[in-house]
């Protein structure tokens, strides 16, 4: 089968820790498939590469794999006209798609997040005529919806669409809600690269990142949080919750593992509330290393007021870590109380204290006993869905005709 990938949240070389996941399921799927990805870059990130000379690049993220990616510059209006941002997205890579293509038309589009991303996607199939299916990452079904004019177009996407993919049962439930016939929408637990993310070697990993990184060498307890720095991630929560945890004279170092616009305010939180020495700010790390930080880490924590089903968490219980997490989103089913616990969202304290309880606890223990679900096992679920699907779209209807006419 040959299925065509269509979503801006794709690595590439200078990117590498941009949606691995997607990176993950298109690796697995073209062991089995022919697999061919379109993911734009907006234009504000684009022209700048431009203007030097450089280009987008895939070869290093996608070795070993015969998978072929493009990179067009996505158009758009920013800050106006979001509702729309679905046809610029489409416009935008309709060429790439038609030039990626050429060789071996689609059987399935694939995308991830229903606006833009999903709606380029379905114009994408409609235009060879094919069935298309897109993942839902969270905030696009829990945030998104609420715009006005833009939550419409994502309801649209989400009916329109084939098969809905969702990584956990509260998002299908959530996307029910929306309209969408439940008989469309399926729940595909995302996997784990189970080379990188195991729980062996874990004192080897704290000597290696301990070279690096001084203060991971010591004897206090390492916390880890794993992301984009950005609002929604609450890591003013969480400098709040470490600094009640010094008050309890707790020793630590919380790792900070990523970067983004936040990154700033959050350094200066550190600095006001005295942190300096307990909070390590480590950057965003390739893909590769990230093992090591979870196998390092004594707890792993998660501060959010709005997930899905962060596949960080599981990426930690696969290498024997526990976590602590606010309680949102679909993080409850995966939270067995026996290496992991909940606690409200925008509670400091509340986490500190669920911080300490693991610290003091089994959870460890009990973590190493978790058993991962692989990225191939979640790529034969979707390649399946596209295999037994009876529907496909009456390609004389479709909005834009797509030929090897690239000139």
Same mark, same amino acid.
């Given at each position: 089968m040959n299925i065509l990938f269509l979503s801006t949240v794709f690595p590439d070389d200078a990117e590498p820790s941009r949606g691995t996941y997607n990176l993950e399921l298109c690796r697995a799927l073209a062991e089995d498939h022919d697999v061919r990805v379109v993911s734009p870059r907006g234009w504000t990130e684009a022209l700048p590469r431009t203007f030097t000379g450089r280009k987008y690049h895939s070869e290093k993220v996608l070795r070993d794999t015969n998978i072929r990616a493009a990179y067009p510059t996505y158009w758009y209006p920013p800050r106006f006209c979001r509702e729309q941002y679905g !046809?610029? /997205?489409?416009?935008?890579?309709?060429?790439?798609?038609?030039?990626?293509?050429?060789?071996?038309?689609?059987?399935?589009?694939l995308s991830y997040w229903a606006h833009p991303d999903g709606e380029a996607g379905l114009h994408a199939a409609r235009a060879h005529g094919v069935p298309s299916a897109v993942i839902?990452?969270?905030s !696009?079904? /829990?945030?998104?919806?609420?715009c006005p004019n833009r939550g419409e177009r994502v309801r649209r996407v989400l009916t329109e669409s084939d098969a809905v993919i969702t990584v956990s049962d509260g998002l299908r439930e959530k996307v029910i809600q929306l309209g969408v016939d439940a008989g469309q929408v399926h729940t595909v637990i995302q996997g784990i690269n189970t080379k990188q993310f195991h729980n062996t070697d874990r004192a080897a990993a704290r000597a290696r990142l301990a070279q690096q990184h001084a203060p991971v060498g010591q004897k206090q307890a390492i916390l880890l949080w794993v992301g984009r720095m950005v609002e929604v991630k609450r890591l003013d929560v969480l400098i709040n919750a470490v600094s009640a945890l010094k008050e309890r004279e707790r020793d630590f170092v919380l790792c900070l593992v990523g970067d983004g616009p936040l990154r700033s305010a959050t350094e200066s939180l550190v600095k006001e509330r005295g942190l300096v020495h307990h909070v390590l700010f480590a950057g965003a790390v390739p893909p590769v290393s990230l093992g090591d930080w979870y196998r390092t880490a004594d707890v792993t924590v998660l501060s959010s007021e709005s997930e899905g089903l962060p596949n960080v968490l599981r990426e930690s219980l696969a290498c024997g870590t526990p976590f602590v997490?606010?309680?949102v989103g679909s993080i409850a089913e995966i939270a067995d109380e026996r290496y992991a616990v909940l606690v409200p969202p925008n509670d400091a304290h509340a986490l500190a204290s669920g911080i300490d309880e693991v610290l003091k606890g089994t959870h460890a223990v009990h973590a190493r006993e978790y058993v991962p679900r692989t990225w191939e096992e979640m790529a034969e679920d979707v390649a399946n869905l596209f295999q037994q699907?009876?529907?496909?779209?009456?390609?004389a209807n479709a909005r834009e005709g797509v030929t090897c006419d690239v000139g």
């Open positions: !046809d610029f /997205l489409w416009r935008s890579s309709r060429r790439a798609v038609r030039e990626l293509c050429c060789d071996a038309t689609p059987d399935a589009v839902v990452g969270g !696009d079904v /829990l945030l998104l919806p609420r997490s606010t309680n699907s009876d529907t496909r779209p009456d390609s």
